[in-house]
């Protein structure tokens, strides 16, 4: 396993969209793990390919705390099947865009299909903290950051903040 760099915004690759990937083998799996150590020491609870410049439908997350043992999730083409109309609102943020978090509201329930790292289908529920961090990264997937769901204003100002602290630690 390897950590890997996470692309910061406003890297273009950022908003492109993914390719599926077309078997699941050893080079994926290896990429799943680095995935998944990058995502444990940056630290986070969700990370997708494209955040380390793999343009792959790869993503994955933990959104166990630290009191629980991790619950590891490594997703394969993951595709929302269905989402509720109820909407729930968190506080989002990103690892592509450090240290900026925003309100964000989305469906409070989705069914979630996907490919593990053995190429074996799944479905699952999810609410909560776990359905906003799919929505999330099946996002990056798409090009889409959690910005893109916030104003204007509200997005060009987290660019400028983003801009100015990646200036700052440069210089030190």
């Keep these: 396993m390897a950590l890997r760099d996470i692309l910061i915004i406003p890297d273009p690759r950022l908003k492109q969209e993914c390719e599926e990937v077309a078997e699941v083998n050893d080079e994926i799996r290896e990429l799943l793990d680095d995935m998944l150590e990058t995502m444990y020491a940056a630290p986070g609870i969700g990370l997708a390919a494209p955040q380390i410049g793999v343009m792959k439908r790869l993503v994955v997350m933990d959104v166990s705390d630290d009191k629980e043992k991790p619950q590891p ?15 729930s609102v968190y506080q989002e943020g990103c690892l592509s865009i450090p240290e900026q978090y925003a309100d964000v509201e989305r469906p409070a329930e989705v069914g979630l299909r996907y490919l593990d790292e053995n190429g ?4 699952i529920e999810a609410d909560g903290l776990l359905a906003t ?3 999330h990264e099946l996002d990056h997937l798409d090009g889409i950051l959690f910005t893109d769901y916030l104003s204007a204003l509200k997005r060009n100002m987290i660019l400028k903040k983003v801009q100015k602290l990646q200036k700052t630690k440069k210089s030190a």
């Design 73 to 87: 999730l490594k997703l394969v083409n993951p595709e929302i099947i269905w989402e509720s109309e109820d909407t």
């Design 120 to 123: 074996k289908e799944h479905e």
């Design 133 to 135: 961090c799919i929505q």
